[in-house]
């Protein structure tokens, strides 16, 4: 059974840096795609940064560019999402989902970024 | 970047009764490879985001058959056949040909008239 499992949000000052983690069980993570998508409180899904299986290639949205950073630890079956330079426009629950096509998705972790 | 849009934005239904909602492209979203990579998802009221359906018409495991996908091109609909309490949520397609961005639309919220 595929399980994701978001961690690390919480209320960071603007400006600040926040690390989300995403422990994955149930399936070969390494041959995965792997994706954050986020969800503004009240809004709708927003997909924020995917990276490629073996080649490690990353993608990123244009609101994210330059201040994120997805990466994937093979070894512990964790992805990992570095948050710099947060803004009040990052505030939002963010899933990690399996797949570029999102076939599988976490609880969420939620991330809120206020003085 | 591909701009999706759906509707209608707010689908009240009765029991029993079948519902649709439709979803439109910006841009054609048949990949060169031939496929077509428009997703639909469900968030029930609290919960996370399911997948439903890929490539158009393609069924999630244990996704009920009342549910059905179609489309082509730009315009795309999910279908359920009859709609169950437990449908009450919001629905999002996605399209997954010309990325990255991958985009989804703004969602259709059903509810129980």
């Known amino acids: 059974e595929v399980q994701l499992l978001e961690s690390g949000g919480g209320l960071v000052q603007p400006g600040g840096s926040l690390r989300l983690s995403c422990a994955v069980t149930?399936?070969?993570?390494?041959?995965?795609?792997m994706t954050w998508v986020r969800q503004a409180p009240g809004k709708g899904l927003e997909w924020v940064s995917s990276i490629s299986g073996s080649e490690m290639n990353t993608y990123y949205a244009d609101s994210v560019k330059g201040r994120f950073t997805i990466s994937r630890d093979i070894l512990k079956n964790t992805l990992s999402l570095q948050m710099n330079d947060l803004r009040a426009e990052d505030t939002a629950v963010y899933y990690c989902?399996?797949?570029?096509?999102?076939?599988?998705w976490g609880p969420g972790t939620l991330v809120t970024v206020s003085s | 970047d591909v701009v999706m849009t759906q509707s209608p934005l707010s689908l009240p239904v009765t029991l029993g009764q079948p519902a649709s909602i439709s979803c439109r492209s910006s841009q054609s979203l048949v990949s060169s490879d031939g496929n077509t990579y428009l997703i639909w998802f469900q968030q029930r009221p609290g919960q996370s985001p399911r997948r439903l359906i890929y490539?158009?018409?393609h069924r999630d495991s244990g996704v009920p058959d009342r549910f059905s996908g179609s489309g082509s091109g730009t315009d795309f609909t999910l279908k359920i056949s009859r709609v169950e309490a437990e449908d009450v949520g919001i629905y999002y397609c996605?399209?997954?040909?010309?990325?990255?961005?991958?985009?989804f639309g703004p969602g259709t919220k059903v509810d129980i008239k």
């Open positions: 149930g399936f070969t993570f390494n041959t995965y795609a």
């Open positions: 490539k158009v018409s």
């Open positions: 996605m399209q997954a040909t010309h990325w990255p961005p991958f985009t």
């Open positions: 989902t399996k797949g570029n096509w999102n076939d599988d």
